[in-house]
């Protein structure tokens, strides 16, 4: 089992950037790949981002894709979402979560955050 503790999080002008940051607990972060979700208030959780165990692989959703980076620091178990042009449509609570595959998919992260607040103002 993994324990995932979500930082970085906060208020932002548009056009800003944030760096949130994940640190995994527990059983070694390499036997995971790594994932970034976030709930908006009223919508559904979404995919934003995902890297592999390696971090030779990543994958993003189109939203985001050209703004944000996901990375990995395996040594310190830590996975990192730098998020740059924010817009006010990237206002959401952002969670991490591990999982065995490497995917997009929500269904198949076995193991989640309490997730972070990012408010992107205009």
């Known amino acids: 089992q993994v324990q995932l503790v979500e930082s970085g999080g906060g208020l932002v002008q548009a056009g800003g950037s944030l760096r949130l940051s994940c640190a995994a607990s527990g059983r070694t972060s390499t036997d995971y790949a790594m994932g970034w979700f976030r709930q908006a208030p009223g919508k559904e959780r979404e995919f934003v981002a995902a890297?592999?165990?390696?971090?030779?692989?990543?994958y993003y959703a189109n939203s985001v894709k050209g703004r944000f980076t996901i990375s990995r620091d395996n040594a310190r178990n830590t996975v990192y979402l730098q998020m740059n042009s924010l817009k006010p449509e990237d206002t959401a609570v952002y969670y991490c979560?591990?999982?065995?595959?490497?995917?997009?998919?929500?269904?198949?992260?076995?193991?989640w955050g309490q997730g972070t607040q990012v408010t992107v103002s205009s």
């Open positions: 890297i592999s165990r390696s971090a030779t692989g990543t």
């Open positions: 979560a591990a999982t065995y595959s490497f995917t997009t998919a929500q269904a198949m992260y076995n193991y």
